[in-house]
């Protein structure tokens, strides 16, 4: 079997995470539905995914449950990818993508009723 490259990492995400969202970590999608579960997502809350890279699970746990996500990160071309994916999921109205350091979130305090920080390496 001859995949492309692209294909070929779609294929291993599926094995590993469950989903061939695009992520670029470990968490598994039954992972991000127990996270959705305690954390009560629903439309209406707003969830800073801090340290989202391309939007995993940031992305799917606003599709997943209706709430409107902020995802910030370093890397440009992750939050290019990030942005993208949202518009093709239809998510660009409730999806912010914001290029920032933990340190340097430029955010007020109590702007988010939730946050998920998961594998970022410090």
Not at 22 to 37: C, F, I, K, S, W
Not at 56 to 78: E, K, N
């Amino acid at each position: 079997m001859n995949l492309q490259p692209d294909q070929l990492v779609a294929r291993v995400e599926r094995l590993v995470i469950g989903s061939d969202f695009g992520a670029d970590g470990y968490t598994t999608v039954e992972q991000a539905d127990e996270l959705a579960r305690r954390l009560e997502l629903r439309p209406g809350l707003r969830l800073l995914d801090l340290g989202s890279g391309r939007g995993w699970p940031g992305l799917y746990l606003s599709m997943q449950t209706g709430c409107r996500v902020v995802l910030s990160d370093m890397p440009l071309g992750c939050m290019r990818r990030a942005r993208e994916r949202a518009e093709r999921e239809r998510l660009g109205a409730r999806c912010a993508v914001v290029v920032a350091s933990g340190p340097h979130l430029p955010f007020a305090g109590e702007s988010f009723d939730a946050v998920v920080h998961t594998d970022v390496l410090c």
